[in-house]
C-alpha cells in the first residue's frame, strides 16, 4: 500500500454500494483531487432516532479538510446513501 497526495483530474467515490474513480474534468460539479464517501455504518441508521449519515462528506487530498456534500441536515432513517455514477453525457 502506498499513501498519495494527489490524484491529478481523478475523483474517488467510497460508498457501501460501489466504489469508483472518475475523471473530474468530464464531469460538471465533481471536483478534482477529491474523495467522496457516505456512511456505511447500517446500524447507525436505525439506533439513532434522527437516523444515520453523520459520517460522509467530502475530503481534499491537497489540504486534508472535509466539507459536507450539501448544507442541509442529511440524516436519513432508511438506508446508506447509493451513488450513482456520473456520467458527463
Request: glycine share 8%.
Amino acid at each position: 500500500m502506498t499513501e498519495t497526495k494527489e490524484l491529478g483530474d481523478a475523483a474517488f467515490f467510497l460508498g457501501a454500494n460501489a466504489s469508483l474513480s472518475v475523471q473530474a474534468s468530464r464531469c460538471p460539479g465533481i471536483k478534482p483531487n477529491h474523495i467522496y464517501f457516505t456512511e456505511d455504518f447500517y446500524e447507525t441508521y436505525l439506533s439513532y432516532e434522527e437516523g444515520g449519515g453523520l459520517d460522509m462528506g467530502v475530503f481534499n487530498l491537497a489540504d486534508g479538510s472535509i466539507q459536507p456534500h450539501y448544507n442541509s441536515v442529511s440524516l436519513s432513517r432508511f438506508c446508506p446513501p447509493t451513488w450513482v455514477t456520473p456520467t458527463p453525457y
